[in-house]
Every structure is written in C-alpha cells, then in structure tokens.
C-alpha cells in the first residue's frame, strides 16, 4: 500500500491514514498525531518497533526525493556544459568572465611555477582548469572551475593519476558548488589549495583532508 509522511508528527502512514491538500499529508486522526508530537504514544518508544520502521519508511521516502533532486542538478550540469542553449551558453560565458579575469592574476602570481599550468578552453567558454603535474612526486591534479547558468559556480579537484578506465567519482575528491554571491569563496579557496600543494610533500594529505571536511560543512543559502 502506498504511504507517505505526515508533515505534523513525520511518521510514514499508509494514504488512507492521511489527509492531502496542497500536496501536503496530515493525520487524519489529529488526536493520534498530537500524541505522538507529545510523546504520550507508547510507539515512541526508540525500541518500539512500530518506530523503527518508521524511521526506515520515513528514511526511503526522503531518500526517493533527494535523488530525484540529484537528477535534475545533474541535467541542470550537463545542459550547461555541452551548450545545448545558445543563449544559456552566452549567459554562462558572460557571467564567467569576472573569475576568468580573476583567475588570469592568480596565474601571474604563479608564472614562475613550472609545476602549475592555469589553462582557459575558449571553446567550453565557462570552464578554467589549473593542473598541477608533480614529476618527482608522479602527481598529476587538477582544479578546475565551471560557470553555470544563472550566476552559480563548481569547483572540482581530481587526481589524473589513475588507470584511464576508472570511475572519475574515484578520481574527484574535492567537489563543491558555489552561489554567484560568494564567487570570491571560489579565488579563495583554490588559493588554499595551491599552497596545501606548494608547501612540504608530507603533509598535503592532512591539508587538503582538512580543508575538505571545512568546505563540506560550510553551507550557502541559495541565490535569491
């Protein structure tokens, strides 16, 4: 039987259980529920089994809805990068144009470093790639960032270094999405990077460990 979630007291109840307005579900039994809210319902309980599968129930129906928000970020990403719209492809390279210039005196400062190559595809419009190639260390990365449509930006760090067949989920290890209002975060935090890099061999590891844990707690609200 189909179920959903009380948007009251959050347990996952069968539909004729529930009432929907708004696409939004409620107890029918108001009573019940406001128990439940209270704590007064023995199915409470963190033994309760009728609770545990709440939990779990609950868990699934959120976890359907969450992927299919991941899908459309994912569609949103490629119909930007392959430039299916003409005039999003001229909007993307028209909002990128302030980190390219930014990026462009990163690189000066850079100039004398034969390790790191700052790179700008005219042809992607949107998409700037600093690669650092370690002959003494055999480490090849890459930071790339990617423009997207309405004033949104990626940055992605991936190692080059494994076999050509591999997943690039394995390959990436730095990913995070910034809102066009804190673009400065983006100059800023590949700054951090290239130092983590450019300072001694033994503790990039711990650096860049991190410095990733502290980019993936810090939350953005999105754009108005």
């Not at 210039?101 to 998409?127: H, N």
Request: one cysteine or more; a negative charge; glycine letters at 4%.
């Amino acid at each position: 039987m189909e179920t959903n979630v009380c948007i009251y007291c959050h347990r996952t109840l069968d539909l004729n259980q529930l009432l929907e307005k708004a696409g939004k579900y409620r107890c029918k039994d108001e009573n019940s529920c406001l128990e439940y809210q209270n704590g007064t319902d023995p199915a409470d309980s963190a033994d309760s089994a009728d609770y545990i599968s709440a939990v779990v129930k609950s868990s699934l129906s959120e976890a359907a809805q969450r992927i299919a928000a991941y899908k459309e970020i994912k569609e949103d990403r490629t119909k930007s990068g392959s430039g299916e719209s003409g005039k999003a492809s001229q909007e993307s390279i028209a909002e990128f144009a302030w980190m390219k210039s930014v990026l462009d005196v990163l690189a000066a400062e850079y100039k004398d470093d034969q390790q790191w190559v700052f790179q700008y595809d005219e042809t992607k419009g949107s998409e700037y790639k600093i690669s650092l190639n370690d002959a003494d260390s055999r480490l090849h990365v890459t930071v790339k960032m990617d423009g997207i449509t309405g004033s949104s930006y990626w940055l992605t760090v991936a190692g080059e270094n494994a076999a050509a067949d591999a997943d690039p989920l394995y390959q990436e290890f730095i990913y995070k999405r910034y809102p066009g209002s804190q673009r400065e975060d983006v100059v800023k935090d590949v700054s951090v990077i290239l130092l983590a890099f450019a300072g001694e061999k033994d503790l990039r590891t711990a650096l860049l460990n991190e410095f990733r844990m502290e980019i993936e707690s810090r939350c953005y609200k999105s754009d108005e």
